[in-house]
């Protein structure tokens, strides 16, 4: 079992960056698959960037790639996520997760643990 802790939310401004961070808890993060997904009210949860365990393949949907990026680091079982570019649309809470390693790293219901999320405001 892995426990998530996710900081860095807050406001910004558009077109501005902030970064996000996922402190995960156990010895043995570098075997799941993590994830970064976001929620907006009345929206449904979606996956933003996933890195894949072993293999170390890297997703983005479309609404994020080329403005934001995912890394990890086995060592110090941490996930970061750096968004550039901001839109009011990316408003949302954002959450990481953590799943078994495999090919559902692309797939929400390929995560079993999630973190309590960060809110992250784009405001004009």
């Known amino acids: 079992q892995v426990q998530l802790v996710e900081s860095g939310g807050g406001l910004v401004q558009t077109g501005g960056s902030l970064g996000l961070s996922c402190a995960a808890s156990?010895?043995?993060?570098?075997?799941?698959?993590m994830g970064w997904f976001r929620q907006a009210p009345g929206n449904e949860r979606e996956l933003l960037a996933a890195s894949r365990a072993f293999i170390g393949s890297i997703y983005y949907a479309d609404s994020v790639k080329g403005r934001f990026t995912i890394s990890r680091d086995n060592t110090k079982n941490t996930v970061n996520l750096t968004m550039n570019s901001l839109k009011s649309e990316d408003t949302a809470v954002y959450y990481c997760a953590a799943g078994t390693s495999g090919p559902a790293y692309r797939n929400l219901e390929g995560y079993n643990y999630w973190g309590q999320g960060t809110q992250v405001t784009v405001s004009s």
């Open positions: 156990g010895r043995t993060f570098s075997k799941y698959n």
